[in-house]
C-alpha cells in the first residue's frame, strides 16, 4: 500500500505513522504537513536511518492545489488518511480564520484532487479517503446518554463548526461523485507526543514546574478518553474493512471529569516527584473562567465498529495514563523543543485573558 497521510508530524498523525510502521511493514507512507506550531519533524529522527524506503516527508499545506496535484503525479496512492488540521478548540475561539481555511478549504482541496485522480485510475476499489473527525461534531451531552452515528450534528465552538463542514463535504463526494470516503468520529484521545496546550499534557508539565493548574469552570466537564494507540488500530480497521459511505464512531467508553483526571495526575505525579501534604501538587489548581460555549459532556457510542469491523480498545485509562505521565517525564527534550516562542505567546493568549476576566 502507498499512503498520503496528512498532518503526519501532529499528534495523532505522528503515532499513526510510527505504529503504522510496526503493525505494517508493507505500508510506505507520504507524509505531508505543514509544520504549523502543531507538527514536529522531528517526532521521526530516531527512525531516520531505517525509514528512507517506506517513508517520504513533504512539508505542505493542504490547501494547495497544485502541490496536491504534483503529489498525486508523482506516487500511486492507493489512498488517503487525512488528519491534517487546526485542532485546537481555544485557539479557534481567539482566531476562527484559519480554521475554515485549513479544515473546509484544505478538506475541499484533498476530496476534489482525489477525485480527479480516482477517475483516472479506472478501479472504482483501488483508492480510498479516509477523514478523521471528531465527536465534538455532534455538540454537548448532558448527563446520559450517548453519540451514535445517526445523531444531528450540533457543534459548538468554530473548531467543531469547521470540522463538521469537512465532514458533510466529504459525504456530498461520496453522494454526488461516488468517491470511496469513510469518516470517523473519534473522542479525546491522550499518548506521548500531544502538544503540550491540551489538557492531560498541558497539567504533566503544569505539575512538574510547580505552576498553577488552569480548570475552566467548575472542572465538571465530562470527556471520553481514548489512548492513542487504540485509535491508531481502529483507524487501520477502518481503512482496510470499513465500508464506503459509512461514518465510524471511535470512543474509548472512559469518561472522567476534568477535575478526576487533575487529581490524578497529582497524586501519579507527586509519587515520582515525592511530594507529600501540604507541598502535593492537588494546591496548585486553580478555577479560572470557563470556554465560551464549552461542551458539558461528550460519550461514544462505538457498538458499530465493535460489531462490524472488531475493533475494541485495548487499554485501560489509569494504566495508559501513567505510561503517558512518564513518557512526558522521560522527554523533556522534547519537551522543549516543541515549546518555541510562539507556544509561549499563546500560553500569555489564554491564560492571561482568563485571569483578567476570573477577576
Ligand atoms: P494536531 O494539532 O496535533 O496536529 C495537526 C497536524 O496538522 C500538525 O502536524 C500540523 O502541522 C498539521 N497541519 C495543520 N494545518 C495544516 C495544513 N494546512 N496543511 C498541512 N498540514 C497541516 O492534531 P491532532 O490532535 O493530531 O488531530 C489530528 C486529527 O484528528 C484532526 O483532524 C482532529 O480534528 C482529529 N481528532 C483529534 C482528536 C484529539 O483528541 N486530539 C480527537 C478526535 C479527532
Ligand atoms: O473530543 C475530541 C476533541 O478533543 C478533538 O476533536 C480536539 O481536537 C481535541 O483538542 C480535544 O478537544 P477538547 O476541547 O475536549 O480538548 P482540550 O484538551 O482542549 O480540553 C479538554 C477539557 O479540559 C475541556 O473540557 C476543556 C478543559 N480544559 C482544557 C485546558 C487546555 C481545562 O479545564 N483547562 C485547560 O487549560
Redesign the pocket.
Known amino acids: 500500500m502507498n499512503i498520503l497521510v496528512?498532518?503526519?508530524?501532529?499528534?495523532?498523525?505522528?503515532?499513526f505513522i510510527r505504529h503504522a510502521r510496526a503493525v505494517k511493514p508493507d505500508w510506505r507512507i507520504v507524509n505531508?504537513?505543514?509544520?504549523?506550531?502543531?507538527?514536529?519533524p522531528a517526532n521521526f529522527e530516531d527512525l531516520a536511518p531505517k525509514q528512507a524506503e517506506r517513508y517520504r516527508f513533504i512539508r505542505?499545506?493542504?490547501?494547495?492545489a497544485s502541490l496536491i496535484e504534483q503529489i498525486f503525479s508523482e506516487e500511486s496512492l492507493e489512498g488517503i488518511i487525512?488528519?491534517?488540521?487546526?485542532?485546537?478548540v481555544d485557539r479557534s475561539i481567539l482566531g476562527p480564520e484559519?480554521f475554515l481555511?485549513?479544515?473546509i478549504m484544505?478538506t475541499f482541496r484533498l476530496l476534489d484532487k482525489s477525485l480527479k485522480f480516482w477517475k483516472t485510475i479506472g478501479r472504482p476499489d483501488g483508492f480510498r479517503f479516509l477523514?478523521?473527525?471528531?465527536?465534538?461534531v455532534y455538540g454537548s451531552l448532558g448527563p446520559n446518554g450517548y453519540f451514535t452515528e445517526n445523531t444531528p450534528y450540533d457543534p459548538s465552538s468554530p473548531?467543531s463548526a469547521s470540522?463538521a463542514a469537512s465532514d458533510h463535504f466529504v459525504n456530498a463526494y461520496f453522494r454526488t461523485y461516488d468517491l470511496p470516503t469513510i469518516i470517523?468520529?473519534?473522542?479525546?484521545?491522550?499518548g506521548p507526543?500531544?502538544?503540550p496546550e491540551?489538557l492531560i499534557p498541558l497539567m504533566i508539565l503544569n505539575i512538574l514546574e510547580e505552576k498553577p493548574l488552569p480548570l475552566y469552570g467548575d472542572g465538571k466537564n465530562v470527556r471520553d478518553w481514548?489512548y492513542?494507540i487504540d485509535?491508531c488500530d481502529g483507524l487501520i480497521k477502518v481503512f482496510e474493512e470499513g465500508k464506503p459511505g459509512e461514518t465510524y464512531n471511535?470512543g474509548g467508553g472512559e469518561e472522567r471529569q476534568n477535575i478526576e483526571i487533575v487529581h490524578l495526575l497529582c497524586d501519579l505525579m507527586d509519587k515520582r516527584l515525592g511530594r507529600s501534604g501540604r507541598k502535593s501538587s492537588r494546591g496548585l489548581i486553580h478555577f479560572v473562567t470557563d470556554r465560551p460555549g464549552h461542551d458539558f459532556r461528550y460519550a461514544i457510542d462505538s457498538t458499530k465498529i465493535q460489531q462490524e469491523l472488531g475493533w475494541s480498545p485495548n487499554h485501560r485509562f489509569e494504566e495508559a495514563l501513567e505510561a503517558t505521565v512518564d513518557w512526558y517525564m522521560n522527554h523533556m527534550g522534547w519537551v522543549n523543543s516543541v515549546r518555541s516562542g510562539e507556544y509561549r505567546k499563546w500560553i500569555e493568549l489564554n491564560y492571561e485573558s482568563r485571569n483578567k476576566l476570573a477577576k
Open positions: 496528512t498532518g503526519g508530524a501532529g499528534f495523532i498523525g505522528t503515532n505531508l504537513d505543514a509544520l504549523t506550531y502543531a507538527g514536529n505542505g499545506d493542504i490547501g494547495n487525512h488528519f491534517a488540521a487546526e485542532s485546537h484559519k481555511e485549513t479544515n484544505g477523514h478523521i473527525s471528531t465527536d465534538e473548531y470540522k470517523t468520529n473519534c473522542s479525546n484521545n491522550y507526543y500531544q502538544f491540551k481514548l492513542v485509535h471511535i
